[in-house]
């Protein structure tokens, strides 16, 4: 059975950082990734990684965000830098279990959330 469980949201001000960790069990995913959903606005993939370590990610966080894995712990992590308020929403993990990895491919399995704000 598939479980994501993702931790580490909060509340930040403008400019923080902030570290999202998300475990995986259940399958052999060769795909996990980050999504978010702002109020009343689409999901948004923000970023991918393969197991073999390829990673996509979105120009909207290109260069504050890092998405990376600790394949012995089974760990997805989002690092996130320099915090806008346009972050704020939902953060999800999920995973494929085949590639392809990239954003633009449908995911399967699905974390609850965790909440991320960013306000002054």
């Known amino acids: 059975q598939a479980q994501l469980v993702e931790s580490g949201g909060g509340s930040v001000q403008p400019g923080g950082s902030l570290r999202l960790s998300c475990v995986a069990s259940?399958?052999?995913?060769?795909?996990l990734g980050w999504f978010r959903q702002a109020p009343e606005k689409e999901r948004e993939a923000v970023a991918t990684?393969?197991?073999?370590?390829?990673?996509d990610v979105a120009d909207s966080v290109k260069g504050r965000f890092t998405i990376f894995k600790d394949n012995a712990k089974n760990t997805l992590h989002l690092e996130m830098i320099s915090l806008k308020p346009e972050d704020t929403g939902i953060y999800y993990c999920?995973?494929?279990?085949?590639?392809?990895?990239?954003?633009?491919?449908?995911?399967?399995?699905w974390g609850q959330g965790t909440q991320v704000t960013v306000s002054s």
């Open positions: 999920a995973a494929r279990v085949s590639y392809p990895c990239a954003r633009i491919y449908p995911y399967t399995y």
């Open positions: 259940g399958y052999n995913y060769r795909c």
């Open positions: 990684i393969g197991r073999e370590g390829t990673t």
